[in-house]
């Protein structure tokens, strides 16, 4: 074989074995120049980050507790949760919210009476405990949405003229409001909750304000929902603990996981629906 051939063979076999490794190259570089110019996403099971509250609200928080006498039943200072898209303020002073006033029909559904007991942790030497105060005069607002999952005063659902359940009570001499309700429907992406907002006033002026929501057991969701009218919408489909909201942090700092276990109305069968109670404990050192 001559020497140009063998140039020509070397060439020849030079050219097959880079072209692979050229094409090779530039498909690499291609596909990492694609994802690294994707969009930044989150995880779709990644929370939104939650606002933060005003100064204000925050102080109305304590994770101290308190001991109610002569019963001795200790009451936990109670976590903040978000307000929501779809509180109305200066709703009806009513203890009975099932009705809509601009027709007098009533809503549908399982009964459920609640009874929102308030206290003020006195903490007076600063070990963490106290005794339990009860809040007089305290406007105590409470809504949810019916048995088809929707609420009254929203524009989006057709409702923005309606008030049905929604309503405020002032606590009494034993820091108790109470009402007259339905067990809550599902709407998407949430568990089944119920809002709760107490506030006090000085005249016109708010001096604070704590917000939070409120959870029923899983098993009475389903039962619940089993039973007309619920069941024309179809079973519950997210439990507590699937809920980013229940399973995350309080917004006022104190509690970093798992908030709703702290939220959870106390739920026992009376006739016809259900009873709730739930004690509230707040920061007895609040500017007043």
Request: proline letters at 9%.
């Given at each position: 074989?001559?020497?140009?051939?063998?140039?020509?063979?070397?060439?020849t076999?030079?050219?097959?074995?880079?072209?692979?490794?050229e094409?090779?190259t530039?498909?690499?570089q291609q596909?990492f120049?694609q994802i690294?110019s994707?969009?930044?996403r989150?995880?779709p099971?990644?929370?939104?980050?939650?606002?933060?509250?005003?100064?204000q609200?925050?102080?109305?928080?304590t994770n101290k507790?308190?001991?109610?006498t002569?019963s001795?039943i200790e009451?936990?200072?109670?976590?903040q949760?978000i307000?929501?898209?779809?509180?109305v303020d200066?709703?009806?002073?009513?203890s009975?919210?099932?009705?809509?006033?601009?027709?007098g029909s009533?809503q549908e559904?399982?009964p459920?009476?609640?009874?929102i007991n308030?206290?003020?942790?006195?903490d007076?030497?600063g070990?963490g405990?106290?005794?339990c105060?009860?809040?007089n005069?305290a406007k105590?607002?409470?809504?949810?949405?019916?048995?088809?999952?929707?609420?009254s005063?929203v524009e989006?659902?057709g409702?923005?003229?309606?008030?049905?359940?929604?309503?405020y009570?002032i606590?009494?001499?034993n820091?108790?409001?109470?009402?007259e309700?339905?067990?809550?429907g599902?709407y998407e992406?949430?568990?089944?909750?119920?809002?709760?907002k107490?506030?006090?006033?000085?005249g016109?002026e708010?001096t604070f304000?704590w917000?939070s929501?409120?959870?029923?057991?899983d098993?009475i969701?389903?039962e619940?929902?089993?039973?007309?009218?619920?069941?024309?919408h179809?079973p519950?489909?997210?439990?507590?603990e699937?809920?980013?909201i229940?399973?995350?942090?309080?917004?006022?700092?104190?509690?970093?996981?798992n908030?709703?276990?702290?939220?959870?109305?106390?739920?026992?069968k009376?006739?016809?629906?259900?009873?709730?109670?739930?004690?509230?404990?707040?920061?007895a050192?609040?500017?007043?």
């Open positions: 074989m001559n020497i140009y051939k063998k140039l020509m063979l070397l060439l076999i030079v050219f097959i074995f880079t072209i692979p490794l094409f090779n530039v498909i690499h596909s120049a690294s994707s969009p930044e989150l995880s099971t990644s929370p939104p980050p939650f606002q933060e509250l005003p100064q609200q925050k102080a109305a928080s507790t308190c001991t109610l002569p001795l009451v936990e200072g109670t976590p949760q307000e929501g898209p779809y509180f200066n709703m009806p002073n009513r009975d919210l099932r009705s809509e006033p601009s027709d009533i559904g399982i459920l009476n609640i009874t308030v206290y003020r942790v006195n007076t030497d070990n405990k106290g005794t105060v009860p809040l005069g105590v607002d409470l809504w949810e949405a019916n048995s088809q999952g929707l609420y005063g989006e659902d409702t923005q003229a309606l008030v049905y359940l929604r309503g009570q606590t009494d001499e820091g108790t409001a109470k009402f309700t339905i067990s809550p599902w992406n949430r568990a089944i909750h119920i809002h709760l107490i506030r006090d006033f000085e016109p708010k304000e917000t929501q409120l959870y029923l057991p098993s969701n389903k619940v929902h089993l039973q007309p009218p619920y069941s024309n179809a519950v489909p997210m439990t507590n699937q809920d980013f229940f399973t995350g942090p309080s917004t006022d700092g104190l509690i970093k996981n908030t709703g276990n702290h939220l959870m109305l106390n739920v026992s009376s006739d016809g629906g259900y009873s709730g109670t739930f004690n509230v404990g707040l920061n050192t609040m500017d007043t």
